[in-house]
């Protein structure tokens, strides 16, 4: 299955020959989140980010997306929590041998009957990377903004992120780093010792079981200054890569056990979280302040939110007096015109009276000219 994965799905061509699958799925997901934008209601960002990636790897693997009922009643996301749930129980026959043949807490039973359900697991990983890190961007402001700022710089406002541009952000990169950093997905790497080795003094015993606590490698106050805190900039020089070279990041395991979809996974991750966070605003609901949102875990074989991350989609956050944002509104779309605002606060491009607007009707407007500034 690992030689499939890597010959079939993982090489440079086939990739390349997906990705304009990959982005007609996210354009879809980002008009939708564009509608809900209309009615300024909080959205169930996770849910929208496990259809994402269940469509993406329905369509990678089968050729075909289908709805949440045609795999089951409770819906791709419930399927998905109960298996990584599952497969994250601790097994008592992975502690005693002897157990080996007896199915005493029934999971070989529940997993064989999951067995199709096992697929979805695979695409748990990069939608749960995606939700934590945005949920990091909202928790600090502050990289969100920096994030939208290269973002402007290097895309621009005018057309929606390419995976050509990927390797061009920078600190997009930093900021996917620190969030795998900081929420290690697989929290245990679980391994099996192929033949008897002495470890710093520890006699390790051929098939021993051994499980890799990569949850506390990537939070080490030894290795990590303030581990806690997501701080992309501690990547600034350095030459830490999440590829498995150094063993202080192991969001992929590393040698020839890592994950035969990084490239993949990595490429998905970065673009999605471009993607959103280029194309719409957010809020989080109820007054919340930013480091009041929820970062509870779910422990299973992934480390998922305990619960959804409900956010409230916007098309931008103007930092000037609404007495402008009307002249705006209401004097372009009185002329027919589209526009994009841009040069002040985050950028928006919308046509007249939410219509989108056309090619040959679109000016743009800088704000800063608009403004009046004193003297």
């Known amino acids: 299955m690992r030689r499939l994965c890597t010959v079939h799905l993982s090489n440079s061509h086939k990739m390349n020959s997906f990705r304009s699958m990959r982005k007609k799925e996210v354009e879809l997901l980002i008009e939708s989140l564009k509608e809900q934008a209309h009615d300024h209601v909080a959205v169930d960002l996770s849910a929208k980010i496990m ?3 269940a469509n993406l790897t329905c369509l990678m693997v089968f050729g075909n997306k289908y709805m949440d009922e045609d795999l089951d009643k409770r819906g791709f996301k419930a399927v998905v929590q109960y298996v990584v749930r599952l497969a994250g129980t ?3 026959r992975e502690f005693f041998p002897f157990l080996g043949v007896i199915d005493l807490q029934g999971f070989t039973r529940k997993l064989k009957d999951l067995s199709k359900d096992m697929l979805i697991a695979a695409m748990d990983t990069s939608a749960t990377s995606v939700e934590w890190i ?3 961007l909202l928790r600090y402001p502050q990289a969100m903004k920096k994030l939208q700022r290269e973002l402007e710089e290097v895309v621009g406002m005018d057309r929606m992120v390419e995976e050509s541009d990927l390797e061009n952000l920078k600190y997009l990169g930093m900021v996917v780093k620190e969030g795998l950093r ?5 929290p245990l790497m679980h391994h099996e010792a192929m033949e008897d ?3 710093n003094g520890f006699h390790i015993q051929k098939g021993s079981r051994i499980m890799i606590n990569c949850y506390a490698i990537q939070r080490d106050p030894n290795v990590w200054p303030e581990p806690e805190k997501f701080l992309p900039e501690r990547f600034v020089g350095s030459s830490i890569d999440i590829r498995g070279r150094h063993f202080q990041l192991l969001p992929f395991s590393s040698g020839r056990r890592s ?7 990595i490429t998905i991750v970065r673009l999605v979280v471009a993607q959103l966070v280029h194309c719409l605003d957010w809020e989080i609901p109820n007054g919340m302040q930013p480091l009041d949102l929820d970062v509870d875990e779910q422990f299973g074989i992934v480390l998922c939110k305990e619960k959804p991350l409900m956010v409230i989609p916007t098309f931008c956050s103007f930092d000037i007096c609404d007495c402008c944002v009307l002249y705006l509104l209401f004097g372009y779309a009185f002329l027919g015109l589209s526009f994009s605002c841009y040069g002040h606060s ?3 491009e919308h046509g007249p009276l939410g219509s989108g607007g056309s090619p040959g009707n679109h000016v743009d407007v800088k704000l800063e000219d608009l403004l009046f500034r004193p003297g």
């Open 182 to 186: 900081l929420h290690s997905i697989v």
């Open 259 to 265: 994950c035969p979809e990084m490239q993949l996974g």
């Open 346 to 348: 985050r950028s928006f």
């Open 51 to 53: 259809s994402l990636n």
């Open 197 to 199: 080795c002495v470890v």
């Open 90 to 92: 601790p097994n008592l």
């Open 134 to 136: 945005l949920t990091e």
